[in-house]
């Protein structure tokens, strides 16, 4: 029903920035609250931040809290993340994830997935 694509990684130098997009299609996509996970290589996956579907709350992780801020615009089925002064610790493969019931810190909440999109931070 919910189709997720990732977009806006890359390679950055520490202290950079990019903004990721996650691209949505499917019926009453401002109803879903959004996720946005990371998981790097070794790791486990992890909670980066999360939207409820009004907007108007949103939850980071404590490692990216003060330089990350997630958005979305209902009106064009997107959600992004802005990230800003970005260190070699983010680099992961970033997935965002939606479902209907809220927004959850744990990834197993979440019904739907993207692709991921790699993000990379050289020192």
């Known amino acids: 029903q919910v189709q997720l694509v990732e977009s806006g990684g890359g390679l950055v130098q520490a202290g950079g920035s990019l903004r990721l997009s996650c691209a949505a299609s499917?019926?009453?996509?401002?109803?879903?609250?959004m996720g946005w996970f990371r998981q790097a290589p070794g790791k486990e996956r992890e909670f980066v931040s999360a939207i409820r579907w009004s907007g108007d709350s949103s939850y980071y992780a404590d490692s990216v809290k003060g330089r990350f801020t997630i958005s979305r615009d209902n009106a064009k089925n997107t959600v992004y993340l802005q990230m800003n002064s970005l260190k070699p610790e983010d680099t992961a493969v970033y997935y965002c994830a939606a479902d209907s019931r809220g927004s959850s810190r744990n990834a197993s909440w979440y019904k739907y997935w993207g692709q991921g999109t790699q993000v990379t931070v050289s020192s």
């Open positions: 499917g019926r009453t996509f401002s109803n879903y609250a």
